[in-house]
């Protein structure tokens, strides 16, 4: 157990708040849900920066947006400008060199994005090993889970299909010892979509999602956050109580999620 500890095996998250539930582990699978539009990626790149910090070689595998959408997307969080000012060119100078050194700091890193719009597990298998072998990658990013199309009118086809997926990025974790994150779709019930299987198979399952405006007021206004993180399954950790949560703050304008301060604990009525 002790080597186990000391032996580099475990990355703390950037919230600090979720590393009390889980952190980041080699040979594990930590799964992120939310609706759509409702950060997940955006939580996967910030994921990547953190990775990327304690110099992990990172492959992402992308089945949303092109390489350029998601190096811009990385910039803007890197550079702390909004991403419609990037794509647009609409900077200051001072903006243009914390982009310039945004770029640098990722040409120093060891990122590699591919764009994959359907994950099949003999293909997924086949790249993480390849890249594995060339570029000696250590965390694999999975953005997201979902359908594949010839499954995705079927509800059980469906839902083998997303555990299978599951499974094999929780195999690959395993066999190539590296640190794995995904994420997947809920749905409007805040459910992960149509799959059992996904909660079965990860390490631990946590869900993201938007306050509402009665929450943000009843938490204390935006300073405690506009989003919240909730542990619905944990291998190796406590989960969040019906009426629990971690309180994180997202600026969507610069792709990134912030640590803030926590509501106080609601009381309970007698």
């Known amino acids: 157990v002790e080597n186990v500890q000391t032996s580099g095996n475990f990355l703390d998250f950037k919230i600090p708040q979720l590393n009390e539930f889980v952190r980041m582990a080699k040979q594990e699978t930590v799964i992120f849900y939310a609706g759509a539009k409702q950060g997940k990626s955006l939580f996967m790149t910030n ?3 953190t990775l990327l910090d304690n110099d992990e070689v990172v492959l992402y595998v992308d089945t949303e947006i092109s390489d350029r959408q998601f190096f811009m997307r990385m910039l803007a969080h890197l550079a702390q400008v909004r991403y419609r000012d990037i794509e647009t060119g609409n900077i200051t100078k001072a903006e243009k060199i914390k982009i310039e050194e945004a770029i640098k700091y990722l040409k120093s890193k060891k990122l590699i994005h591919v764009y994959m719009l ?12 390849r890249m594995k072998n060339k570029y000696g990658v250590t965390a694999m990013i999975v953005d997201y889970i ?11 086809a469906n839902s083998a299909y997303l555990g299978k997926i599951t499974d094999t990025v929780k195999g690959l974790a395993g066999k190539l010892d590296i640190y794995t994150l995904a994420c997947v779709q809920g749905t409007k019930d805040g459910h992960v979509a149509m799959s059992a299987n996904i909660e079965r198979n990860c390490s631990a399952l946590i869900h993201l999602n938007r306050k509402t405006e009665k929450e943000i007021n009843d938490d204390g206004g935006k300073s405690k ?20 949560y971690i309180s994180v703050f997202l600026d969507g304008d610069r792709c990134t999620f912030l640590a803030c301060e926590q509501p106080e604990p609601k009381k ?3």
């Open 47 to 49: 994921c990547a920066k």
């Open 118 to 129: 359907v994950i099949e597990d003999s293909t997924l298998k086949t790249l993480a090993h």
């Open 146 to 156: 979902k359908s594949n199309t010839k499954h995705a009118l079927e509800a059980y």
């Open 225 to 244: 956050g506009n989003m919240k993180l909730k542990i619905i399954a944990n291998r190796s950790g406590r989960l969040h109580d019906d009426d629990e």
């Open 268 to 270: 309970e009525a007698f």
